[in-house]
């Protein structure tokens, strides 16, 4: 077995990737995974926001959503998910795993 490749966390964050997760899946649950960044530029995972019991689940306030860096990062996931598409599909016959049906 090859030896599992780790991403670096705060690649991870400014790539996007924290923000669309958030953003397109656990927002909409009332959830919310937390990063946080150090003064010496090391990041952690923190937790996980729990607001399920908010009705209207959780959004990234205008101060956030209505600027550049924000529309840049999901362009930016968005190019991501694309660029295996297509070799995706024509190895596996899909882009997203689907859920074996029984």
Do not use: T
């Amino acid at each position: 077995m090859s030896k599992i490749k780790y991403m670096d966390l705060k690649e991870f964050m400014e790539l996007g990737l924290l923000q669309e997760i958030n953003r397109q899946i656990l927002h909409p649950m009332g959830l919310a995974l937390e990063m946080c960044e150090e003064d010496n530029g090391d990041c952690h995972l923190s937790g996980v926001w729990d607001y399920r019991d908010d009705d209207e689940g959780m959004y990234f306030g205008e101060d956030i959503s209505k600027g550049e860096k924000f529309k840049e990062k999901a362009k930016k996931v968005k190019e991501m998910l694309e660029e295996k598409r297509e070799k995706r599909e024509e190895k596996f016959g899909w882009h997203i795993q689907p859920i074996e049906e029984k």
